[in-house]
């Protein structure tokens, strides 16, 4: 999580219908890795040749290594809430670390149905399996800066959100636990 934003992953794979999905989902790993400090590697293929589970897989793993990354949660801001303007693009995104992920409040303006899916999908896995609750909007002429978008934020949200507060111990709840 407190890396230096160097991105590693290696991904194969083929996307017949849509060969630009697989170039911005790499893409946006590697704005989440550059803009949230995070250093990601490692390999991801595609084994049964549906780029569907190669997106699906890589998300649902980053989204496992985050839940393991932040623990118990104890002492962290736990949120985290950004607009970002991005050559004629603009993308909203917050995110509460509650553990209680699941369907993301998402919506885009990306035009191409194969990168909305994508994206749309990339984003449920990892909230469902990092118990990130993800509020995200974006809009704009492109589909590419608003994927771009979408991981400039997911990573600075992540970093921001799990920066500590010195005046807490604990997992800021009134509960004393997050999920």
Same mark, same amino acid.
């Given at each position: 999580?407190?890396?230096?934003?160097?991105?590693?992953?290696?991904?194969?794979?083929?996307?017949?219908?849509?060969?630009?999905? &697989? *170039? $911005?989902?790499?893409?946006?790993?590697?704005?989440?890795?550059?803009?949230? &400090?995070?250093? $990601?590697?490692?390999?991801?293929?595609?084994?049964?040749?549906?780029?569907?589970?190669?997106?699906?897989?890589?998300?649902?793993?980053?989204?496992?290594?985050?839940?393991?990354?932040?623990?118990?949660?104890?002492?962290?801001?736990?949120?985290?809430?950004?607009?970002?303007?991005?050559?004629?693009?603009?993308?909203?995104?917050? *995110?509460? &670390?509650?553990?209680?992920?699941?369907?993301?409040?998402? =919506?885009? +303006?990306?035009?191409?149905?194969?990168?909305?899916?994508?994206?749309?999908? *990339?984003? $449920?896995? &990892?909230?469902?399996?990092?118990?990130?609750?993800?509020?995200?909007?974006?809009?704009?002429?492109?589909?590419?800066?608003?994927? =771009?978008?979408?991981?400039?934020?997911?990573?600075?949200? *992540?970093?921001?959100?799990?920066?500590?507060? +010195?005046?807490?111990?604990?997992?800021?709840?009134?509960?004393?636990?997050?999920?």
């Amino acid at each position: 999580m407190d890396g230096e934003g160097k991105y590693t992953l290696k991904i194969t794979g083929r996307d017949e219908e849509a060969p630009q999905a &697989l *170039v $911005l989902f790499n893409h946006f790993l590697q704005q989440v890795a550059r803009h949230g &400090l995070q250093d $990601l590697g490692g390999r991801a293929e595609s084994k049964d040749g549906l780029v569907h589970h190669l997106y699906e897989d890589t998300s649902i793993v980053l989204g496992q290594a985050y839940r393991k990354a932040f623990g118990d949660k104890a002492g962290i801001s736990r949120v985290s809430y950004l607009k970002w303007p991005f050559e004629r693009c603009v993308g909203e995104m917050a *995110v509460d &670390l509650s553990g209680r992920g699941g369907d993301p409040d998402f =919506e885009t +303006e990306i035009r191409d149905s194969k990168l909305s899916e994508m994206a749309y999908h *990339v984003i $449920l896995s &990892l909230s469902r399996e990092s118990g990130i609750d993800i509020y995200a909007r974006t809009s704009g002429w492109s589909d590419h800066h608003q994927l =771009e978008l979408l991981g400039k934020l997911l990573g600075r949200n *992540v970093y921001n959100a799990t920066r500590r507060l +010195e005046s807490y111990t604990e997992p800021l709840s009134t509960k004393g636990t997050l999920g």
